[in-house]
Nanobody, 120 residues
């Protein structure tokens, strides 16, 4: 049974930083690409960033490029999302996922999400 558990969300002021973590179990973590998505109230779930199975290739949404960094630690079965220079429009529930590509349809396993709130 695949399980993904996110942590690290919270309330931060504009310009602040947060580091999200997602620990995976029940799968051969080193064989899979991982991604972060986010969903704001009343909006669709949007792609944020992805990292390949080795952790040496990344892709970002234009809205977070240069501010967010995704990384993968295969020894710890964990994927991270370092978020800097946060803006109110980054407020959302952030989900980690296992799969491929930059659309939610390519991902078969999801965590329960962690809330990020950026105050202005």
């Amino acid at each position: 049974q695949v399980q993904l558990k996110e942590s690290g969300g919270g309330l931060v002021q504009t310009g602040g930083s947060l580091r999200l973590s997602c620990v995976a179990s029940g799968l051969t973590f080193s064989s899979y690409s991982m991604a972060w998505f986010r969903q704001a109230p009343g909006k669709e779930r949007d792609f944020v960033a992805r990292v390949n199975w080795r952790g040496d290739s990344t892709t970002y949404a234009d809205s977070v490029k240069g501010r967010f960094t995704i990384s993968k630690d295969n020894a710890k079965n964990t994927v991270f999302l370092q978020m800097n220079s946060l803006r109110p429009e980054d407020t959302a529930v952030y989900y980690c996922a296992v799969g491929y590509g930059t659309t939610s349809g390519g991902y078969m396993y999801w965590g329960q999400g962690t809330q990020v709130t950026v105050s202005s």
